[in-house]
T-cell receptor, first 114, second 116 residues
């Protein structure tokens, strides 16, 4: 059973470009969480999705950020018109439908905005 | 709002010495508690978790943690550390009130630096 997959592992974008981060949850997991880790900080919750539904996006910046988890395919975190402050590690985690709260993390995507 | 405090940003320790990494949480309601480890440039790996039952929880790699409700603490311990334990350790909490979101609230992390 493969773990949570994220790609790309490293992404470099110039200011103003778009960044697309992908996350494939573990097999059988229908819940996906996105977290952001800024340099020298802990992880901050961004958004929680189930298949085709955004359940909680209370941690998402109001502008430029969006997330989806379609019926088929990976979850996508999209950042439009990136700025230097978006440079961070973005982690995806997944959990099964009736889990105990434990989340399984992917290796992360490290976004660098130049 | 819930918060998690890890007072020590860095803990240096010699190999084979015992170590304790401190974690306190703010919630007064029932919580689930977790410790994760992050090796350089990698994702997070679960060390151990407390959901209910015995307050002493044993995890992987010889780590254990004790849930103390009165002190709202969940300190992580290991009796004898190895060089390979050098990593960032994160304490996290979920509020178990049946809410729709099991989002993890993380502390700022403690870097465990094991020296030979």
């Amino acid at each position: 059973n493969a773990g949570v997959m994220q790609n790309p592992r490293h992404l470099v974008r110039r200011r103003g470009q778009e960044a697309r981060l992908r996350c494939s949850p573990m097999k059988g997991h229908s819940h996906v969480y996105w977290y952001r880790q800024l340099p020298e900080e802990g992880l901050k919750f961004m958004v929680y999705l189930q298949k085709e539904n955004i359940i909680d996006e209370s941690g998402m910046p109001k502008e430029r950020f969006s997330a989806e988890f379609p019926k088929e395919g990976p979850s996508i975190l999209r950042i439009q018109q990136v700025v230097r402050g978006d440079s961070a590690a973005y982690f995806c985690a997944s959990s099964p439908p009736a889990g105990d709260g434990e989340q399984y993390f992917g290796p992360g995507t490290r976004l660098t905005v130049t | 709002a819930q918060s998690v405090t890890q007072l020590d940003s860095q803990v240096p320790v010699f190999e084979e010495a015992p170590v304790e990494l401190r974690c306190n949480y703010s919630s007064s309601v029932s919580v689930y508690l977790f410790w994760y480890v992050q090796y350089p440039n990698q994702g997070l790996q679960l060390l151990l978790k407390y959901l209910s039952g015995s307050t002493l929880v044993k995890g992987i790699n010889g780590f254990e943690a004790e849930f103390n409700k009165s002190q709202t603490s969940f300190h992580l311990r290991k009796p004898s550390v190895h060089i390979s334990d050098t990593a960032e350790y994160f304490c996290a909490v979920i509020q178990s009130d049946g809410g729709a979101t099991n989002k993890l609230i993380f502390g700022t992390g403690t870097l465990l630096a094991v020296q030979p």
